[in-house]
C-alpha cells in the first residue's frame, strides 16, 4: 500500500522547523550562557555587524561525515560555523562567525570547508571577507581531517591577501593552529573576553616551567602592549563590530577598486591652531596627533594599534573625503625615534595602503633610528630596512610633511624625495640634516673646540653655525629635496591639492614575481 506524499504545505512546515533548530546552535541554554559572560552569539554577532535583513547564509545544512570517537550520529548544527554574504553600509562582504555553542566552536573538516569556500566566494566578487574567531581549537575527533582544514584555510588566507581587505575578530579563545588565520589576515580586532595563544598556559608551564595567567599571556592587552598581534582593542562584541564597519568605511572592496569617497564640505580654510602646536625648540615633546586632527576631515582619525610602537602614529583618516593613511612619528614616546617594532609596525602599514590603492601622508618629526646594543643585537638594521623598502616599493601617491627634525637614514625612511615622495612640504621648524648640529660638531669640529679656550663657548659658536648652515628647510629646498615650505595653518590646503593632483598618478615597476623585504 503506498503512502500518499506530503503536502508542499507539510514539507515547508518541516523545513521551517529543521531551519530553526539548526539556526538555534547548540541549545538556548549555552547561548544563555554566552550571553551571560558578556559575549553576543554567533548569529547575534553577525546581525549586529551587517546591514538589517542583508546576511544570505550559506551552508546552514551542512553536515560533518566522521564516525570516530563518538562522532557517528552526532548533529553538529551547521558543523559551528554561520557562513554566508550581506552588505555592510550598502557594500558587499563575506563572512564567517563560529559558533562557540556548538562543541565550543572548535573546527573540524566541514567546518574550513565553508570557511574556505565563503572566502573563495569573497575573491571571486572582489569584496571583504571578515571572520569572527570563537573557538575552542581544532575538532580532535575529526584528527588529521581537522588539520586539513585548517591548511585549506591558511592557503586560502594567503590568496586573498593583497586582492580583498580580510578583518579577523576574536571575541573568544583562538588556540593553536587557529591563531594562525587571523595572524594571515589584514587587520585583527581583540575583545577583552578573547584569548589568543599558540600553546596555553597549563603547556608553557609543563614544558618550560613558567607561570602565566590566559590574560596575561595571551589578552588583548598583552598582544597590543607586547606582540604586536592585534590592531584594535574592544571592550566587548558591541564594540568590535562598530570598529569593524568604521574600519571597513575607509577600505575599497578591493586591489582593483578606488577607496571609497563620501560627501564632505569643501572646507580647506587656514587653521591658525596648527601655527602653536610644534615647539620651536626640538627636543620639546608635543603629541602629533594634535596635528593630525587639526589637518583631516573633522578631526576623525582611526588610529591603528595605538597601544604598540607608540613612537610610531599610523593609521586611517579623510581628506576632502578621500580616504588616506597616515604614519607619523610621535615625539612625545622616546623623542619620535624609529625603533625594530616601529619600523615593523609602519612598514607593514605602508604595504596595506600601497596594496589597496590608499595614499599616503607621512609626518615627519626624527631624531634618527634608536641607538642601543639591544636594538642592534635585535636587528634594528634589517627591520629598519623594511620601512626604506615598504616606501620605495609602494606606487600610491606619497606625501611628506617635515614638521621638525628630520635626521640621517629616517629621514630617508620616512618617506623622502629619494624614496619617491610626490610632494614633500616643510614647516619653518623643519631641519633635514645627516644629524643633530650637537653631534655633527663633535665629529667635524672636534679639533678646533679641544684647542680653544673656552670648549664650551665655541662648541656652542659651532652647533649655531652647523644650524645655520644645514639646519634650515631652505637649504633642503634649495636643492629640491623639499617642494615647498609652507605655513602650517594651510597644511591641509596643500595637502587637498596635492592628493586632488596625484588622484591619476600611475607608476610603472620592473616585472617581477615580487620584490623581497628584508623579513
Known amino acids: ?4 506524499p506530503k503536502s508542499m504545505e507539510k514539507l515547508v512546515e518541516e523545513l521551517r522547523a529543521a531551519r530553526a533548530h539548526l539556526q538555534g546552535g547548540g541549545g538556548e541554554a549555552r547561548m544563555e550562557k554566552q550571553r551571560k559572560d558578556g559575549k553576543l552569539t554567533a ?4 546581525a549586529a555587524l551587517v546591514d538589517e535583513g542583508s546576511f544570505e547564509e550559506i551552508g546552514l545544512f551542512a553536515a560533518h561525515r566522521q564516525t570516530e570517537f563518538g562522532m557517528a550520529g552526532r548533529e553538529v548544527p551547521a558543523d559551528g560555523v554561520v557562513t554566508g554574504a550581506a552588505s555592510i553600509d550598502g557594500r558587499l562582504v563575506h563572512l564567517a562567525s563560529q559558533d562557540f555553542t556548538v562543541l565550543g566552536g572548535s573546527a573540524g573538516e566541514v567546518h574550513s570547508l565553508k570557511v574556505a569556500e565563503v572566502m573563495e566566494m569573497s575573491l571571486h566578487t572582489g569584496s571583504p571577507f571578515v571572520f569572527i574567531n570563537d573557538s575552542g581549537g581544532a575538532r580532535v575527533q575529526e584528527g588529521i581531517d581537522s588539520l586539513s582544514g585548517y591548511g585549506r584555510v591558511f592557503f586560502t588566507n594567503v590568496s586573498l591577501s593583497g586582492a580583498v581587505p580580510q578583518i579577523s575578530i576574536i571575541s573568544g579563545p583562538c588556540a593553536g593552529g587557529a591563531a594562525y588565520s587571523p595572524a594571515l ?23 618550560t616551567g613558567e607561570q602565566i595567567t590566559a590574560d596575561a599571556l595571551g589578552g588583548a592587552d598583552a598582544h597590543m602592549a607586547h606582540s604586536g598581534v592585534v590592531h584594535f582593542v574592544a571592550e566587548d562584541d558591541q564594540e568590535a563590530l562598530h570598529t569593524c564597519r568604521r574600519l571597513l568605511s575607509f577600505l575599497p572592496s578591493n586591489n582593483l577598486e578606488d577607496p571609497p569617497r563620501i560627501d564632505c564640505p569643501n572646507n580647506v580654510d587656514a587653521n591658525p591652531d596648527l601655527n602653536k602646536i610644534v615647539p620651536v625648540e626640538p627636543k620639546q615633546a608635543y603629541d602629533v ?3 593630525i586632527a587639526g589637518i583631516v576631515d573633522q578631526g576623525d582619525f582611526l588610529e591603528v594599534q595605538d597601544g604598540y610602537a607608540m613612537n610610531l602614529v599610523v593609521g586611517f583618516a579623510r581628506i576632502l573625503g578621500r580616504s588616506v593613511g597616515i604614519v607619523a612619528n610621535q615625539p612625545k614616546v622616546m623623542s619620535g625615534a624609529l625603533d625594530i617594532n616601529a619600523s615593523d609596525k609602519g612598514a607593514r602599514f605602508i604595504r596595506f595602503c600601497n596594496a589597496f590603492n590608499i595614499p599616503l601622508i607621512t609626518f615627519v618629526d626624527v631624531p634618527g633610528f634608536l641607538p642601543g646594543v639591544q636594538q642592534e643585537y635585535g636587528g634594528i638594521i634589517r627591520h629598519g630596512a623594511k620601512m626604506l623598502f615598504a616606501y620605495s616599493a609602494t606606487t600610491v601617491p606619497k606625501i611628506q610633511v617635515i614638521l621638525r627634525k628630520s ?7 620616512m618617506c623622502s624625495k629619494d624614496l619617491g615622495a610626490d610632494r614633500v612640504f616643510a614647516w619653518p621648524t623643519a631641519e633635514v640634516a645627516v644629524m643633530g648640529a650637537e653631534g655633527a660638531v663633535e665629529i667635524v669640529f672636534r679639533k678646533e673646540m679641544d684647542a680653544a679656550e673656552d670648549r664650551a663657548a665655541k662648541r656652542a659658536e659651532l652647533i649655531q653655525k652647523y644650524k645655520d648652515a644645514f639646519s634650515t628647510p631652505f637649504v633642503a629646498a634649495g636643492r629640491r629635496l623639499v617642494d615647498d615650505i609652507i605655513e602650517p595653518a594651510d597644511t591641509r590646503k596643500h595637502l587637498a591639492q596635492a592628493l586632488e593632483y ?18
Open 43 to 46: 548569529r547575534e554577532r553577525v
Open 407 to 413: 635626521f640621517g637614514g629616517a629621514h630617508l625612511a
Open 502 to 519: 596625484l588622484n591619476t598618478k600611475r607608476e610603472q615597476r620592473p616585472a617581477k614575481k615580487h620584490g623581497l623585504i628584508p623579513l
Open 1 to 4: 500500500m503506498s503512502t500518499a
Open 289 to 291: 596627533r594634535d596635528v
Open 185 to 207: 589576515t589584514d587587520f585583527i580586532i581583540m575583545t577583552r573576553r578573547a584569548q589568543m595563544f599558540i600553546t596555553g598556559p597549563q603547556v608553557i608551564k609543563q614544558v
